[in-house]
Nanobody, 125 residues
Framework: QVQPVESGGGLVQAGGSLRLSCVASGRTRSSYAMAWFRRAPGKEREFVAAINWSGGSTYYPDSVKGRFTISGDIAKNTVYLQMNSLKPEDTGVYYC??????????????????WGQGTQVTVSS
C-alpha cells in the first residue's frame, strides 16, 4: 500500500508563508498524480492543488491560484506545497493524496485512493 505523510504545518500570520511536504511511501508503483486538499472547520473538504506526474501539469482552484505552488520529486514520490500570501480563510487541516489511476478530474477527491493524516495550518488575523 501507499501511505502519504504530511509535514510542515503550523501557525502563521496573514501574509506569511508556509511550505508543506508530503512523502507517499510504499512498495507499489509510483503515483500517477498527487494532490493537496484541505478542510476548514465546519466545512467540506476542498481541492487545493494537484500535479500530474505524466506531463508535469499542475492544477489549482481560483481560491489559491497565484499564491500556492505545487511541485515535487517523482523519483521520491514526494510533493511540496509552497503557500504564500496566506489568508485567514486558508486555515484548515491540509491533506496529501495520491492516485495510481490515469485520467483527468484530478480536482475530485474521489480520484485519490491514498490519503495522509493531515497537517494543521492556522493563519491568524
Amino acid at each position: 500500500q501507499v501511505q502519504p505523510v504530511e509535514s510542515g504545518g503550523g501557525l502563521v500570520q496573514a501574509g506569511g508563508s508556509l511550505r508543506l511536504s508530503c512523502v507517499a511511501s510504499g512498495r507499489t508503483r509510483s503515483s500517477y498524480a498527487m494532490a493537496w486538499f484541505r478542510r476548514a472547520p465546519g466545512k467540506e473538504r476542498e481541492f487545493v492543488a494537484a500535479i500530474n506526474w505524466s506531463g508535469g501539469s499542475t492544477y489549482y482552484p481560483d481560491s489559491v491560484k497565484g499564491r500556492f505552488t505545487i511541485s515535487g520529486d517523482i523519483a521520491k514520490n514526494t510533493v511540496y506545497l509552497q503557500m504564500n500570501s496566506l489568508k485567514p480563510e486558508d486555515t484548515g487541516v491540509y491533506y496529501c493524496a495520491a492516485t495510481q489511476e490515469p485520467g483527468g478530474n484530478l480536482w475530485r477527491g474521489l480520484r485519490y485512493d491514498y490519503w495522509g493524516q493531515g497537517t494543521q495550518v492556522t493563519v491568524s488575523s
